[in-house]
């Protein structure tokens, strides 16, 4: 049967103006589009999980800022107005996303062992480190990932790994660490060995990405004992 003709359709038994059922739809989509708008922080919070998960899979060149916007349901335009560029992508990926936890204030508000600001323990802070990127391996191999790409100079995140061991150090160097006297002060002896720690540190995490599968956290136990050595940094661990 026709339920088009005389303009009406059937409708829980009764039939009802076609121009009336039209409305019925529209108001309800309007209703469904409602409920389900997002804010800006859990629309950039979608964008950051896609683009962590599609760049750790094919690495920066081989993702498309279409790829990432079909990922979230959005048009590329749309996904423009919250990154801005691709570059701009990158710069939420990893200033915005990966440097923004795991900081050292993060660790003093734990409440840990070895973070009173007062007793600040260096070796305590790596450890919790550790922990904290054993939580969030996907986000860890997309750093892994970049800083590979990185090698490039033509990559956009050239300079930023390149100065990354001379920010790190004067990042760690910004606070008052307790340090065994033998070393002395931290500014006279401890450049090379925050610069053992980066290099130990991204060699446990590229080994925990290979298999057989290793304790992340387990591993880097065994480089702090040899960074860190016993007796001297015992009381300072």
């Known amino acids: 049967m026709n339920y088009r003709i005389m303009g009406e359709l059937p409708h829980h038994g009764r039939y009802l103006p076609f121009g009336r059922l039209t409305r019925m739809a529209v108001a309800k989509q309007h209703t469904v589009n409602k409920r389900i708008r997002k804010t800006p922080e859990e629309r950039r919070r979608e964008i950051v999980d896609a683009a962590v998960r599609l760049i750790g899979e094919k ?4 993702t498309s800022l279409r790829e990432i916007a079909q990922a979230v349901g959005m048009s590329q335009p749309g996904l423009l107005h919250y990154a801005g560029t691709k570059e701009g992508l990158l710069s939420m990926l990893v200033t915005d996303a990966y440097d923004a936890s795991g900081t050292i204030d993060d660790f ?4 840990l062992p070895g973070s009173d600001p007062d007793n600040l323990f260096f070796p305590a802070y ?16 997309l750093y892994m990932i970049l800083e590979t790409e990185a090698f490039s100079p033509d990559h956009p995140l050239h300079e ?4 990354r061991p001379n920010r790190t150090w004067h990042y760690y160097s910004s606070y008052q660490w307790r340090i065994p006297p033998q070393m002395g002060q931290w500014s006279e002896s401890m450049r090379p060995v925050v610069r053992q720690c980066i290099e130990a540190m991204d060699g446990v995490q590229l080994r925990f990405m290979r298999r057989p599968p290793i304790d992340l956290v387990d591993e880097w136990i065994i480089f702090e004992r040899m960074i860190f050595p016993s007796p001297m940094w ?3 661990r």
């Open 126 to 141: 790596l450890r919790y480190l550790v922990r904290h990127n054993a939580q969030r391996v996907e986000l860890m191999r």
């Open 108 to 111: 003093i508000a734990t409440g």
């Open 234 to 236: 015992d009381r300072y």
């Open 59 to 62: 690495g920066y060149y081989g």
């Open 160 to 163: 930023y790994f390149d100065d």
